[in-house]
């Protein structure tokens, strides 16, 4: 019977879901009776252990938002001629360290006494796999009778030998699968029992299919990680170009020292205050919104390079501005006779007027608002 320890999350979301998926498979093929689910299990979210068949979670206060089981609370399994009653208690979640969707952990002051109740018209012994702290299992084991062994978990505490409070043994392994706690109990007597800790050392002979399970879940998070490295070093570089890109952009300020005329007309548009219209919805910041409320050097971006670029735009190239519809300027800006600019056509404007965001987008009835005077 095993309490499955809680596992810290690694650096990322994905790689401690690949361990998790490890460790369960491998706790699959070692054949436990019943895995109690501890705080830190879910830290990978309620789906992830929600998806894993075949392994024996139980909890008796772990619920949905509806107060519904998630889980069974106690799984009855034979020891010989004994019928034992397993339940399984999750200690109080911190919203610190695991993600709280879809489910809540209740007080075990109201879930424990049915729950023991139950099982004891159903069994000879009752062992309760919990991972509250010491403290509150010697309560438990002062105020609930009939519990024969209460196997505890918890990152901070190692292997505790069996204390016994008030006819109830409580005992802990350590973590991280370093320890093997074997507990010999007396039917007649549980209260005098033996108890060793074997050290799982490097050296011990190996289980050839749990190796194989341990081996390729290290080689899916490396392949995981290569793959994250690959992305970061291509979204620098893509990044890289964006900004070069940027640069070739002078601001609608610099355009309106020799277009006054225009640029006074152009602050009068929509064009003029698009960022505006997005910062009053508080989505300023919003990559799905964000492109087409700012100066970009149009038909030059793909779309995947504008999701490259800086959430932190300069203020000159906050709104819908002359380099938006004419093309970069900081060329012409530098020579103006030997670098025109573009004049807009129709698929400059669908870029952002699609039919998605723009249904009764016209080119012909909307080009004399927002063009310029000669």
């Not at 049915?114 to 309760?128: G, K, T, V, Y």
């Amino acid at each position: 019977m095993l309490f499955r320890q809680p596992v810290l999350p690694s650096r990322t979301l994905a790689a401690a879901r690949l361990k998790a998926e490890g460790i369960i498979r491998a706790h699959r093929q070692m054949g436990c009776t019943a895995a109690g689910i501890a705080p830190l299990d879910l830290a990978g979210g309620l789906d992830l252990l929600l998806s894993k068949k075949g392994l024996p979670w139980i909890s008796l206060n772990l619920v949905d938002d509806k107060g519904k089981h998630l889980f069974p609370a106690r799984i009855l399994t034979q020891a010989g001629d004994l019928r034992v009653s397993i339940l399984g208690l999750t200690g109080p979640v911190r919203k610190t360290n695991v993600r709280q969707n879809g489910y809540r952990v209740l007080d075990w002051q109201a879930t424990l006494p049915p729950a023991l109740e139950e099982a004891r018209q159903e069994a000879d012994m009752i062992i309760l796999l919990s991972s509250y702290p010491f403290r509150v299992n010697q309560e438990i084991a002062r105020r609930e009778k009939g519990i024969t062994l209460i196997l505890q978990a918890g990152i901070l505490a190692g292997n505790m030998a069996p204390r016994v409070i008030d006819g109830t043994l409580i005992c802990q392994t350590g973590s991280r699968g370093k320890y093997l706690g074997v507990l010999d109990l007396d039917r007649q007597d549980p209260s005098s029992c033996r108890n060793r800790f074997i050290a799982l050392k490097t050296t011990l002979p190996l289980d050839r299919q749990v190796e194989a399970i341990v081996r390729q879940t290290m080689r899916q998070v490396n392949e995981l990680h290569r793959r994250q490295l690959a992305d970061q070093r291509r979204q620098r570089k893509e990044q890289q170009q964006a900004r070069q890109r940027l640069k070739m952009l002078t601001g609608s300020a610099i355009c309106s020292g020799c277009h006054q005329r225009q640029a006074a007309f152009w602050r009068r548009t929509r064009h003029a205050t698009a960022w505006q219209t997005l910062a009053v919805r508080q989505r300023q910041f919003d990559r799905d919104c964000q492109s087409c409320h700012v100066t970009l050097p149009a038909g030059t971006l793909t779309r995947a390079e504008i999701r490259t670029l800086p959430l932190n735009f300069p203020l000159e190239l906050r709104g819908v501005g002359c380099e938006a519809c004419h093309g970069p300027g900081r060329k012409h800006a530098a020579d103006p006779a030997g670098n025109h600019l573009r004049r807009p056509v129709a698929s400059t404007c669908t870029r952002c007027h699609r039919d998605d965001h723009d249904t009764a987008f016209s080119f012909a009835d909307k080009l004399p608002l927002v063009r310029c005077p000669p």
